[in-house]
C-alpha cells in the first residue's frame, strides 16, 4: 500500500523514493509481521484456551504428557500477520505477490478444515487422508496454473553445481510442480512434531529462497550469476521477508516449551507456499537440499514404514519420523530442536553456495 500511495509523491518530495526499494520494504515487512505477531499471540492464544482449542496429544511418547490443552492452529497468527504486513508494504499490484498469497492460504485453508474437524471428533481424527490429499493438489493444480501461464515460464530443470545441465520436463513440468508443492507441505506437517521443529528450518528455507527469487527478479544478477530471469518476480522478496517475520513472531510463543502449536493450518500453508517459491525461483532441485530436513524426516517414514511390513513387524527408527527416534533414545526435546536447526542452517548455506559453485 505505501508502495502504491507514497512512490507517485516522490517527484516531489525525494524521501518517498525509500518506497520504491526492494530491500527496504522487505526490511519493514519483515519487522511489522514480527511485532503484529508478538502482539497479537497472548490474546490469540488465551481466546484459543478459552474456545478450549487444545492439542490431543497421543500417548505413545510419555514426554509429550505435559503438552495436553496447548491450543493449537497458531498458523493463524502467522498467516494474519503477514497479510498486514503484504498489505502494508508490497505492491499490491504485482500479480506474483497475490499468487504466492493465494498459494499460502490455499494450502491453510486445507489445514484449518483439518485442525476444526479434530476439534469436533473423537482423538485427534481430521478430514480424511484423501479429502487432505485432494485439497492439496487443487490447490497445487491452480498454482501451476499461475507458473504455467506466464510468458517467462520454463519447463527446464536447472541442474546444480554444473551451469551448462539442464533437463527440459515438458508437459511433465505440471505434475512435478505440484508434487514439490504437495510433497512439502506434508514433510513439514510430518516434521511438526517438536516445539519450534518445523518453524526454525522454514525460516532458514524462506530466508534461502528469498534470495534466490531476488536474484531470478533482477535483471543484473540473474545475468551474473547465471540464473534464469523473471522479470516482477523480485517484489515476492517482500512476501519472503514478512513470512520470515510472521514465522521468528510465531517462535517467540512456539519456542520450548510452547504455548502454541501451529496445527495443520500453519504446517500446510507453510510446506505449500515453500515448495511453490522453489518453482518460482526455478531452484527446484537445489529446494531438495534446503529442505533437507524435511526430507529426511519424511524419508524415515517411508522407510520405516516400508521395513515394517516387508519384514512383517520389525522397525529401522524407534518410531518415525525422525525427531520421535531421538526422543525414544532419551535425548532432551529442546538438544533435538537445536541440533535439527543446525542442521537446516548447514543445508541452507550448502544450497546458497550452488550460487557460486558452477
Ligand atoms: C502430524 N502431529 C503431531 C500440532 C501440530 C504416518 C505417520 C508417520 C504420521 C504421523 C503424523 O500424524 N504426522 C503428522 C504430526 C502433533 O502435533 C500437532 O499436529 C500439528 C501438525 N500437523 O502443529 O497441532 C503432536 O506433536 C507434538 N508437537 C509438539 N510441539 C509442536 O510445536 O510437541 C507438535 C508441534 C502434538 C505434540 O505432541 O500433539 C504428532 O506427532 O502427532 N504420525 C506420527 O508422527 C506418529 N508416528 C508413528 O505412528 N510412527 C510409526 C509408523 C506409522 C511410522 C512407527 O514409527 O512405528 C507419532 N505421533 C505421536 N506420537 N504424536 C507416534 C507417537
Not at 89 to 98: C, F, G, H, M
Not at 232 to 249: D, K, M, P, Y
Request: aromatic content about 14%; glycine content about 10%.
Amino acid at each position: 500500500m505505501f508502495y502504491n500511495l507514497l512512490t507517485p509523491l516522490a517527484a516531489e518530495w525525494t524521501v518517498f523514493n525509500v518506497f520504491r526499494y526492494l530491500s527496504f520494504r522487505s526490511m519493514a515487512a519483515l519487522i511489522t509481521a514480527l511485532v503484529i505477531s508478538i502482539l497479537v499471540g497472548p490474546r490469540f492464544i488465551a481466546w484459543l484456551r478459552r474456545l478450549k482449542c487444545g492439542q490431543y496429544i497421543h500417548e505413545d511418547v510419555a514426554a509429550h504428557a505435559s503438552k495436553a490443552g496447548t491450543p493449537t492452529m497458531g498458523g493463524l497468527i502467522m498467516i494474519f500477520s503477514l497479510s498486514v504486513s503484504l498489505l502494508l508494504w508490497a505492491d499490491l499490484t504485482s500479480i506474483y505477490v497475490w499468487q504466492t498469497f493465494f498459494v499460502c492460504a490455499g494450502f491453510g485453508l486445507v489445514g484449518l478444515w483439518d485442525d476444526l474437524s479434530k476439534l469436533h471428533r473423537h482423538k485427534n481424527r481430521g478430514i480424511s487422508a484423501k479429502a487432505k490429499f485432494s485439497g492439496q493438489i487443487l490447490v497445487a493444480l491452480v498454482a501451476m496454473w499461475f507458473l504455467m501461464d506466464n510468458p517467462a515460464y520454463s519447463s527446464k530443470l536447472f541442474i546444480p553445481f554444473f551451469k551448462d545441465w539442464t533437463f527440459d520436463l515438458g508437459w511433465l513440468y505440471l505434475p512435478f510442480g505440484v508434487f514439490v508443492m504437495v510433497a512439502s507441505s506434508n514433510a513439514v506437517n510430518l516434521t511438526d512434531g517438536l516445539d519450534g521443529l518445523a518453524i526454525g528450518p522454514s525460516i532458514v528455507a524462506a530466508l534461502v529462497m528469498s534470495i534466490f527469487i531476488y536474484i531470478t527478479g533482477n535483471v543484473r544478477f540473474a545475468d551474473y550469476l547465471l540464473v534464469p530471469y523473471m522479470p516482477g518476480v523480485g517484489e515476492v522478496t517482500v512476501f519472503c521477508a514478512a513470512f520470515i517475520g510472521a514465522g521468528l513472531g510465531f517462535l517467540w510463543f512456539n519456542a520450548y516449551p510452547a504455548q502454541i502449536f501451529m496445527g495443520d493450518v500453519g504446517s500446510l500453508s507453510i510446506g505449500g507456499v515453500l515448495g511453490y517459491l522453489a518453482l518460482l525461483a526455478k531452484q527446484e532441485l537445489v529446494f531438495g537440499v534446503v529442505g533437507g530436513l524435511f526430507v529426511a524426516e519424511t524419508l524415515s517414514v517411508i522407510l520405516q514404514v516400508g521395513y515394517f511390513r516387508w519384514t512383517g513387524g520389525k522397525r529401522i527408527f524407534r518410531m518415525a519420523p525422525l525427531h520421535h527416534h531421538f526422543e525414544l533414545k532419551g535425548v532432551p526435546e529442546s538438544k533435538i530442536i537445536i541440533r535439527f536447526w543446525i542442521t537446516s542452517i548447514l543445508l541452507g548455506l550448502l544450497a546458497l553456495s550452488v550460487l557460486k559453485l558452477r
